[in-house]
């Protein structure tokens, strides 16, 4: 378990969901168990698109359904702007989830909400690490 700590330790992380409580519980994980710095938050992929340090971001985790601009739409926007940028899907909407549209919007892997606290370490450790990661249960 230390490792994983020491991978993810000063990681720079924006977040993008309409739930305000929701990125507050992630916040509060990401920083509190695992040191990350979050430097950015959104309610949709219009306010996403607009911050200033999306430059500095190590990964985006970002919902697919939001109002105004969701995440497939802003991904594709935002990884054909910033080349290097990592977006994590963060949904609870299974039947949406499909992985051609995850990847080829731009997404690096795939995470469910209800299975964030336990997976998104070692998903971030993989994106971090140049793979893809989906979960088992997506649908193809």
């Known amino acids: 378990m230390e490792e994983t700590k020491n991978i993810i330790n000063k990681i720079k992380i924006i977040l993008v969901d309409d739930s ?5 519980c992630m916040k509060r994980f990401l920083e509190a168990e695992f040191n990350a710095e979050i430097i950015g938050e959104a309610a949709n ?13 190590d990964v985006v985790l970002m919902d697919l359904m939001m109002p105004e601009k969701g995440g497939y739409e802003t991904t594709f926007e935002a990884t054909s702007k910033y ?8 949904t609870n ?7 051609n549209e995850i990847l080829e919007a731009g997404f690096k892997a795939c995470v469910f909400k209800n299975n964030f606290f336990n997976e998104i370490i070692p998903t971030i450790n993989k994106v971090m ?11 193809i």
């Not at 992929?45 to 971001?57: A, R």
């Not at 909407?93 to 992985?99: F, S, T």
């Open 93 to 99: 909407q299974y039947e949406i989830a499909y992985l």
């Open 45 to 57: 992929g219009i306010e996403f698109l607009k911050l200033k340090n999306i430059f500095y971001v």
């Open 83 to 90: 080349q290097n940028v990592k977006i994590i899907a963060v």
């Open 20 to 24: 305000e409580a929701f990125r507050i």
């Open 129 to 139: 690490n140049g793979e893809y990661y989906v979960p088992d249960t997506i649908k």
